[in-house]
């Protein structure tokens, strides 16, 4: 069985506060296959970017990070060493393209510094070449001209494109892309989601999506990985989780979807999930989201074991285990 492109276990990463360590992400463990799309979802606060940038080196200094394993491409320890990784291995497409882009420089200065640590022996005349190419990949017309034009001369959307070319031009193994599509209005969201669903076909990289919204996760992936407060609390393929969510958070996240299709009369009440995610410096010692659920029992005061439900799947919830 070959093994996966990414594996970690027991990742454990906190800060320290006068209140004592603010425990961020608590026994993570993660599988992505070579190839693969998986989604990584959850509301604000559940250390799903968190993760994401563990994985590129980019946390602050006094992150303490913890981690049974951290294995990428058959290399161990990778979480020690990511930032050697990040631009060459692993790339990152940024939520927020405009403080993603340095605006002293153009679009075609951008384009070709990204790519000198993957190809350093190249010469300028040819990343600019490669450079071209890519920003029309992407769906950026007059491309000559644009390499020349500054970032505030961009749309958002163009903007956003350019950063998903930044990233695709170091060939990277594993493409992470942190909530693409937040600073964009609805029309521009879907030529992005197009671009990258073209891309995604197109290339052979593994791809990690970082939402809140199971609505984008569910255009671009087949595995999804729901978060919540620093654990994982249910993983399985997009549409099953979608079809049949096992735990009650993961329900009460896709009953929060407003679905498009329904009229804004149907969308005056909207759902939400009562209460605040947890305090990361007093986490729950039993199940972290029993304040917030339905379906708590007197078994929550313990935390639940997660129970494997095949292909991948399964789900950190007492509903699911024998009393």
Known sequence: MTAPLLSIRNLDIAYPTSRGPARILASVSLDIERGAAVGLVGESGSGKSTLALSLLGLLPDDARISADRSDFDGHADILARSAHLRGTEIAMIFQDPMTALNPMFTIGTHLVDIQRRKFPKASRAELWRRGEKML????????????????????????????????????????????????????????????????????????????????????????VVVMYAGT????????????????????????????????????????????????????????????????????????????????????????????
């Not at 956003?160 to 060939?171: D, H």
């Not at 073209?198 to 939402?211: D, G, I, K, T, W």
């Not at 399985?236 to 049949?244: P, T």
């Not at 708590?296 to 292909?311: E, K, L, Q, W, Y």
């Open 136 to 223: 029309a990949r992407v769906g950026v017309s007059d491309v000559g001209r644009r390499m020349r034009l500054y970032p505030h001369e961009f749309s958002g959307g163009m903007r956003q494109r350019v950063v998903i070319a930044m990233a695709l031009l170091v060939e990277p193994k594993l493409l992470i892309a942190d909530e693409p599509t937040t600073a964009l209005d609805a029309t521009i969201e879907a030529q992005v989601v197009e671009v990258l669903g073209q891309l995604r076909a197109e290339s052979s990289a593994a791809l990690l999506v970082v939402s809140h919204s199971f609505g984008l996760i569910a255009e671009l992936c087949e595995r």
């Open 232 to 323: 994982i609390v249910e993983t399985g393929s997009v549409d099953g989780v979608l079809r049949a969510p096992q735990h009650p958070y993961a329900r009460a996240l896709i009953a929060c979807e407003i679905d498009p299709s329904s009229s804004f009369e149907d969308q005056s009440d909207l759902i939400t999930i009562p209460g605040t995610v947890p305090d990361p410096v007093h986490r729950p010692e039993g199940c972290v989201f029993a304040e917030r659920c339905p379906s708590r029992h007197a078994r929550c005061v313990d935390a639940p074991p997660f129970v494997a439900t095949g292909a991948g799947a399964g789900f950190a919830c007492w509903l699911g285990v024998a009393a």
